[in-house]
T-cell receptor, first 112, second 115 residues
Framework: EDKVVQSPLSLVVHEGDTVTLNCSYE??????LLWYKQEKKAPTFLFML????IEKKSGRLSSILDKKELFSILNITATQTGDSAVYLC????????????FGAGTRLFVKA | SAVISQKPSRDICQRGTSLTIQCQVD?????MFWYRQQPGQSLTLIAT?????????ESGFVIDKFPISRPNLTFSTLTVSNMSPEDSSIYLC????????????FGPGTRLTVT
């Protein structure tokens, strides 16, 4: 069965800290891995990763994929209170259809 | 990009009744999906809404309980039938423009409470 596992499930840090969120997966017919930020309702897209070893960066956020180890990390440097959210990792699988499987998410709380 | 709206935004329903949730996208999209997010949990895919044909349901979800319509490339509905308190959840509509467009857009969700 396809699955996406995120760790830790929750994390509390202080402003200015750097955090690393983990995502491992087991899917057949891997297509891509995506990271989303969910603050109140709808998730918002952060990154899409398809190739190993190529870092995607957006401001203080960055992410990288390891397709051999079936693993991705999301780094947030110099955290701010506005980074408090649930971060979702999702994997797209194709073949016999198309679907996106979400992990349980990491709930990040950044203290002022 | 695509902007997705859902109606209603929330509802409180009695067990045994049914609720239909509407999803409207501001532009044509190839794929539309319905997800459920139970309190404190991640998103679970219910089904892929196919235009002009029956939806493709994930394991654990059946058409009789969650009938879905998709009459065109911008609109879909999800009905939650014969509701029980276990159906209390947020239901999210999602869309992608096409296989080449990796970004998946989400609606604001419909918060359903079944009493």
């Amino acid at each position: 069965e396809d699955k996406v596992v995120q760790s830790p499930l929750s994390l509390v840090v202080h402003e200015g800290d750097t955090v690393t969120l983990n995502c491992s997966y087991e899917v057949t017919n891997f297509r891509s891995l995506l990271w989303y930020k969910q603050e109140k309702k709808a998730p918002t897209f952060l990154f899409m990763l398809t190739s190993s070893g190529i870092e995607k960066k957006s401001g203080r956020l960055s992410s990288i994929l390891d397709k051999k180890e079936l693993f991705s990390i999301l780094n947030i440097t110099a955290t701010q209170t506005g980074d408090s959210a649930v971060y979702l990792c999702a994997v797209e699988a194709s073949g016999g259809g198309f679907k996106t499987i979400f992990g349980a998410g990491t709930r990040l709380f950044v203290k002022a | 990009s695509a902007v997705i709206s859902q109606k209603p935004s929330r509802d409180i329903c009695q067990r045994g009744t049914s609720l239909t949730i509407q999803c409207q996208v501001d532009s044509q999209v190839t794929m539309m999906f319905w997800y459920r997010q139970q309190p404190g949990q991640s998103l679970t895919l219910i089904a892929t809404a196919n235009q002009g044909s029956e939806a493709t349901y994930e394991s654990g979800f059946v058409i009789d309980k969650f009938p879905i319509s998709r009459p065109n490339l911008t609109f879909s509905t999800l009905t939650v039938s014969n509701m029980s308190p276990e159906d209390s959840s947020i239901y999210l509509c999602s869309a992608r423009k096409g296989l080449a467009d990796y970004e998946q857009y989400f609606g604001p969700g419909t918060r359903l409470t079944v009493t």
